[in-house]
């Protein structure tokens, strides 16, 4: 297998939207592309998984309201309780609502953050990291497509021009 | 094609733009240098934070006896400003993030600069309960953490306590909502530096943000998550910030209907200072084709709507308090008694500047014109403030007890606070739009087809330039053919006749007396084409803007790259523009 790959850039997000929908149909392998805004059906049409950060964010959430009512339960009835105001502390129950405020920001404190976080060290972005789009252009108003080029490399090159590409590099990979 | 939007929307991105025009005027503030009124403003606005600073620093040193609070009237000034703040905070994420579950398009052009001000303005809130503890260096007393008491725990039964929980998640999480929304737009400033500095700081606060089609996708999810985390995050501070009232027993405060009352000022108030900061901005840094009169109009409503809201809660609360019949209920601060009484001024300023005038915005006239709606949005400040003012202040100064009823006076320290946090504020929003991409640049390129006007006109007259993709890709690959890359096999002695021919045309270079341009900046060329052309001898805008077809046709057999590209993107129009 080669090590080549061929960068194509395109200047239309429909365009590249078909040219996606093209290679994948000649079996040729997408490594990678690199748009300057959000492409809506890009990854459908490159056949990506759903990501589940949603779903890390409702157990995050949960995390937070379980860590809440312990914490709660611990300084309000636990460890030291109070006769504050008449209102009852005998039991967590009784002194819920009065706790349903602080319940409820840190389910959004812990389901922001730690999704946050995750969405950070999944897609290894955080401060100091380097930026890996091959061509300034790209967070401008370029589209690059970056295809592993497995045989014949003039063949590639002339199936992405047929796309409407308006420019192509073949690069050693890295 | 997937762009269509009904033609009865009125475009709202204006001036025939397209993608790389919009990656230009996005970055032209940063590469700029600042004029001189934004200096100006700064070195105001700077003085202003120093007062304030100082202010600050007697207030601490000596206690907050320094202020003019009294017996009776022991919250005042502080508190007005808190709750100032925290509302004007309020449509920052109330754009962002109601009008992002509402798909609402517009918010696009103004979603930055209103989070970054609520950003702003709730650092000026925080800073009020910090100062009022006045001994501050007990502060981490408020945090539930073991401290020298013992395991004294904060009580959280208490209204405050809950404000300090809300405030802080509520300032974590916009500036997190925030600053995720700014990487792809950092990324691009980045990608466009040409000062190592500059491109050394982009780098890093863009966290090395590629654009990979994966991490679009997250981008899309976190954004649209955060969005449905933030609505009732931003909905519950302002509700706990009313608990701080309502669940006192004072005549006036103890109402139930403070709450969504709290709220709705709060977004009517947040809107009417988004109105005079991007007023302002859309002209100083040349937004008027992104912030458009669809923005402002779009606004206006939803201040009309906030205050029409706030409007009836002054209506029932005055109803009820006549209709209890019982004489303390006199004196609150919407009453007849108030409106009669020593605080009539103020009342009368809270009725007028809310209730009153904003209703010109009914008329369209009036909606949609700028210097209309700037004069109408401080009037809604000044009037916020007065409303704040008026449920603390009016409502302590008279009690169950007439022998101590009283006035409060403010101090200078009391002023220069309040002087101090709105310096503080324009320090940190001048600051912002020198340095901060100002409109989120990556969604709007995303729904440019949609929404731009040249998109909306091609669509709707049937104009040819509206075409269907298969026929742009034709014409993509059509224009690729114009001299095949196989053909562009000059020996070396042609191409250097061919690079002197080109330079005769368009001119030689002198770096002695000559400056060097950033040949990046047209639409099409790279830095590696830019290399290409600095060693054929093109270094300035003005040679670019000479080409002609000939010429092209010339760089091209001399590069051999991409061909036809620079007679496309009309490369000497480009440069035409940028010359001047």
């Not at chain 1, 592993?148 to 047929?162: H, P, R």
């Not at chain 2, 026929?471 to 191409?495: C, F, L, M, N, S």
């Not at chain 2, 990046?520 to 002609?548: D, H, R």
Request: net charge negative; aromatic share 14%.
């Amino acid at each position: 297998m080669s090590s080549k790959v061929i960068h194509a850039l395109y200047d239309d997000d429909d365009v590249l939207l078909k040219a996606v929908k093209e290679v994948k149909a000649a079996h040729h392998h997408i490594e990678e592309i690199y748009t300057p805004f959000p492409v809506h059906g890009l990854d459908k049409a490159m056949g990506l998984e759903p990501t589940r950060l949603g779903i890390t964010a409702f157990m995050y959430g949960l995390t937070g309201l379980g860590f809440a009512v312990w914490f709660l339960n611990f300084i309000m009835i636990q460890d030291w309780p109070q006769n504050i105001g008449g209102k009852p502390s005998f039991s967590f129950a009784e002194n819920m609502p009065a706790f349903v405020p602080v319940m409820f920001e840190m389910t959004v404190f812990f389901a922001a953050h730690l999704m946050v976080i995750t969405f950070y060290m999944r897609s290894k972005i955080w401060p100091f990291r380097e930026a890996e789009n091959p061509d300034p252009r790209t967070t401008d108003d370029h589209f690059l497509m970056e295809v592993a080029v497995e045989g014949d490399e003039d063949k590639i090159a002339s199936l992405l021009k047929g796309t409407g590409a308006v420019e192509i590099n073949v690069k050693e990979k890295h | 094609m997937g762009h269509y939007e009904a033609p009865i929307r009125e475009a709202i991105i204006t001036g025939d733009k397209s993608y790389h025009d919009i990656t230009v005027d996005v970055a032209a503030p940063i590469e700029g240098k600042a004029n001189k009124k934004w200096w100006i403003a700064f070195i105001i606005s700077l003085v202003a934070f120093l007062w304030g600073v100082g202010a600050i620093a007697y207030t601490i040193g000596t206690g907050i006896g320094v202020w003019g609070l009294n017996n009776r009237i022991n919250w005042a000034w502080d508190i007005t400003n808190f709750v100032w703040w925290v509302g004007i905070g309020h449509a920052g994420t109330l754009i962002s993030a109601v009008l992002l579950l509402f798909r609402q398009k517009w918010r696009m052009g103004i979603n930055r600069s209103a989070e970054a001000m609520t950003i702003f303005a709730v650092v000026q809130a925080g800073l009020f309960p910090l100062i009022h503890m006045g001994r501050i260096w007990d502060g981490f007393y408020v945090l539930p953490i073991p401290n020298q008491l013992g395991s004294l725990w904060v009580n959280f039964n208490s209204p405050l306590l809950w404000d300090v929980f809300a405030i802080s998640t509520y300032l974590s999480v916009s500036l997190v909502f925030w600053w995720t929304g700014l990487l792809p737009d950092f990324a691009m400033i980045r990608d466009r530096a040409t000062k190592p500095f500059q491109k050394k700081i982009y780098s890093l606060v863009s966290f090395g943000w590629s654009g990979k089609a994966k991490d679009w996708q997250r981008f899309e999810e976190v954004s649209l998550v955060l969005a449905g985390l933030a609505t009732p995050l931003v909905l519950s501070v302002h509700t706990i910030v009313s608990f701080d009232f309502a669940t006192s027993v004072i005549p006036g405060w103890h109402s139930t209907v403070y709450p969504p009352y709290f709220v709705a000022g709060a977004v009517f108030s947040g809107f009417a200072m988004v109105q005079t900061l991007l007023l302002i901005m859309r002209k100083v840094s040349n937004l008027e084709y992104y912030i458009t009169r669809v923005h402002i109009e779009n606004m206006n409503k939803v201040i009309l709507v906030t205050g029409g809201i706030v409007t009836v809660a002054y209506l029932s609360e005055l109803f009820v308090g006549w209709y209890t019949g019982s004489s303390y209920e006199d004196f609150v601060y919407l009453s007849v008694g108030a409106a009669t009484g020593p605080y009539w001024w103020a009342f009368w300023s809270l009725i007028i500047c809310n209730s009153v005038i904003p209703q010109l915005f009914w008329f369209k006239k009036i909606r949609t014109n700028y210097i209309w709606t700037f004069i109408i949005s401080i009037f809604i400040n000044i009037g916020m403030w007065f409303e704040r003012f008026d449920i603390i202040v009016i409502n302590l100064s008279r009690g169950h007890l007439p022998s101590s009823w009283t006035m409060f006076s403010p101090t200078f320290v009391d002023i220069g606070i309040f002087i101090g946090t709105l310096g503080f504020f324009f320090v940190l929003f001048l600051l912002y739009a020198r340095t901060f991409p100002v409109i989120a640049q990556a969604e709007v390129k995303s729904i440019l087809k949609s929404t731009g006007d040249n998109y909306k006109r091609a669509r709707e007259g049937g104009d040819p330039v509206e075409k269907t993709i298969a026929e742009v890709v034709e014409q993509k690959v059509e224009a690729q053919t114009v001299t095949p890359a196989e053909e562009i096999i000059a020996d070396t002695d042609d191409k250097a006749a061919q690079t002197s021919n080109l330079l005769d045309t368009l001119g030689a270079f002198d770096p002695n007396t000559q400056q060097a341009d950033d040949l990046k900046k047209v639409k099409g060329i790279g830095p590696v084409m830019e290399k290409t052309l600095n060693q054929i001898g093109i270094y300035t805008f003005a040679q670019v803007s000479k080409m002609t077809k000939k010429e092209y046709d010339l760089l091209d057999s001399i590069t051999g790259s991409f061909p036809g590209r620079a007679e496309r993107d009309d490369w000497a129009g480009q440069a035409n523009k940028l010359k001047s």
